[in-house]
Every structure is written in structure tokens, then in C-alpha cells.
């Protein structure tokens, strides 16, 4: 069964930074598009960053600059190194992985940025 498991978030102040990872198992990674989503209080999921099993890499307007996609397919890992943080950046954050055979999704992990 396929799985996705996030770590990394917590609480941090703002302009703070924070590094998240995802880890997927049984799963054949290095052909999944992977990416990163979040979901504030009362509002819908939105796309953070994306990177392709291409390592084609785009990103939110609202985090350009400050945020960083990468991944490691001999780690089965994606990352996302978030810096300048602002308390607008709270959410849960969530991974994604799509190809043919389906789109799967982790269980999240809660950002805060507050002081």
C-alpha cells in the first residue's frame, strides 16, 4: 500500500524558516510528480510547489522567493525548505504524489507562524 508520510512542521516565528519532508514507501517514486499543498482554517486547499519526476519545478506566487521544492528519489523523499515565513504561511501542509497509477496524499503536518 502506498504511503506518504510528512514531518517538519511545528511552531515557528515569523521570518523563521522550516524544512518539511516527505517520505513515500511502496511505491516506484522517482516517476511521481510530487507536491507540496496546504489548507488554512476555512479556506480550500491550494498548491504550494510542485516538482515533476522531470524535476520541472513551479511554485504558488505567494511563496516565489521564499520557498523551495527539491527531491531525492534514492531517498524516496521530497522536500520543502520554507524561509521568510509570515503568519499568513500557516496551514497544514500536506504532500502529494500523482502518476498513472493514481494520486495519494500524506496526512499532513501543521505549519504555525506566530509570535
Known amino acids: 500500500q502506498i504511503r506518504l508520510v510528512e514531518s517538519g512542521g511545528g511552531l515557528v516565528q515569523p521570518g523563521g524558516s522550516l524544512r518539511l519532508s516527505c517520505v513515500g514507501s511502496q511505491m516506484a517514486f522517482g516517476y511521481y510528480n510530487l507536491a507540496w499543498y496546504r489548507q488554512a482554517p476555512g479556506q480550500e486547499r491550494e498548491l504550494v510547489a510542485k516538482i515533476t519526476s522531470d524535476s520541472v519545478i513551479t511554485y504558488a506566487d505567494s511563496v516565489k522567493g521564499r520557498f523551495a521544492i527539491s527531491r531525492v528519489n534514492a531517498e524516496d523523499t521530497v522536500y520543502l525548505q520554507m524561509n521568510s515565513l509570515k503568519p499568513e504561511d500557516t496551514a497544514i501542509y500536506y504532500c502529494?504524489?500523482?502518476?498513472?497509477?493514481?494520486?495519494?496524499w500524506g496526512q499532513g503536518t501543521q505549519v504555525t507562524v506566530s509570535s
Open positions: 502529494n504524489a500523482d502518476w498513472l497509477s493514481g494520486t495519494f
